[in-house]
């Protein structure tokens, strides 16, 4: 049985500290909507492909809605959100691949002849709880 204890000594140093990630999304006007919500890790995948993020889909009620997501490792990432305005479950985009449905991103990042780069929308998590607002532009969805 002194194995036990050992065994957590040398691998407690070693587990990667998780914190809860908060976030306040507003979001005027699409009260009954479902947000599509994706906190990215990886620049390269941010904020079009969400195959590696974790994904959560929330009702969007009022002019704001809150989120939590726990067990975050600490490390560097990115939110990105979409309204779902027609109910189809996908970001519709134009044929050149601009979204066509609200979209915003982490510390309201804004668009530069493109999507947001992950730098511009990055925050970093660590242990504790981080809150994050995420604001959609009035008018946005209309």
């Known amino acids: 049985m002194r194995i036990t204890p ?12 998780a914190g809860e990630l908060k976030l306040v999304i507003n979001h005027p006007g699409v ?16 904020p079009n492909s969400s195959d590696k993020a974790i994904k959560r889909t929330v009702l969007a009620t009022g002019e704001k809605t809150e989120l939590s997501i726990n067990d975050i490792a600490a490390g560097d990432y990115a939110v990105s959100v979409f309204v779902d305005v027609n109910g ?9 691949g601009m979204p066509k449905e609200p979209v915003a991103v982490s510390r309201d990042a804004k ?4 999507p947001p780069k992950f730098a511009d929308a990055a925050f970093k998590m660590g242990e504790g ?13 209309e």
């Open 111 to 114: 668009e530069k002849f493109g």
């Open 6 to 17: 050992l065994l957590f000594t040398l691998v407690l140093p070693f587990a990667a500290h």
């Open 31 to 46: 009260s009954g909507k479902m947000l599509f919500v994706a906190v990215h890790s990886n620049a390269d995948e941010f």
């Open 129 to 141: 709880t981080d809150t994050q607002t995420i604001t959609f532009k009035r008018g946005s969805h």
């Open 88 to 96: 189809n479950g996908k970001l519709d985009t134009n044929f050149i």
